[in-house]
């Protein structure tokens, strides 16, 4: 089965993405409005994918002095003047495209212990986003 067929199912799903340019307190607001996702993908004025936002670095964010045993120094003055999207995205996501296999994507975010992906074209523009649990239902595992 290809991500294609599952792509088609999830038409009309927004998806969460935001400017790089975007401070945290409106990708905190984006990220509220989507029930089904935990990530927030982040684009360049072109509207290509240019990295991710987690929930997990949203609350290392904004509550990084409950971090602090477990930071460097130096890397929490960072953290904390952070402001905008494209300071504290991933800029490597993880991502598909529509013509790969299902299990070889499952395969993918097992590996990178993600939970969701985006699928991408050919201009790294964002077709849908994926979960674990969207692909699993897919292939009758679940």
Do not use: W
């Amino acid at each position: 089965m290809k991500i294609r067929e599952i792509t088609i199912q999830l038409e009309g799903r927004d998806i969460p993405t935001v400017p790089e340019t975007s401070l945290i307190e409106d990708v905190i607001k984006t990220m509220s409005r989507f029930l089904h996702s935990h990530l927030v993908y982040v684009v360049n004025e072109r509207e290509e994918l240019t990295g991710t936002i987690s929930l997990g670095s949203i609350i290392r964010q904004v509550l990084c002095h409950k971090y602090e045993p477990k930071v460097h120094p130096r890397a929490l003055l960072a953290m904390v003047t952070h402001e905008t999207a494209k300071d504290i995205m991933l800029k490597k996501p993880v991502v598909a495209s529509e013509g790969e296999e299902v299990e070889l994507v499952i395969k993918r975010m097992i590996d990178a212990n993600v939970k969701e992906i985006a699928i991408i074209n050919d201009e790294r523009k964002i077709i849908a986003d994926v979960t674990m649990l969207d692909l699993l239902k897919a292939i009758g595992e679940i």
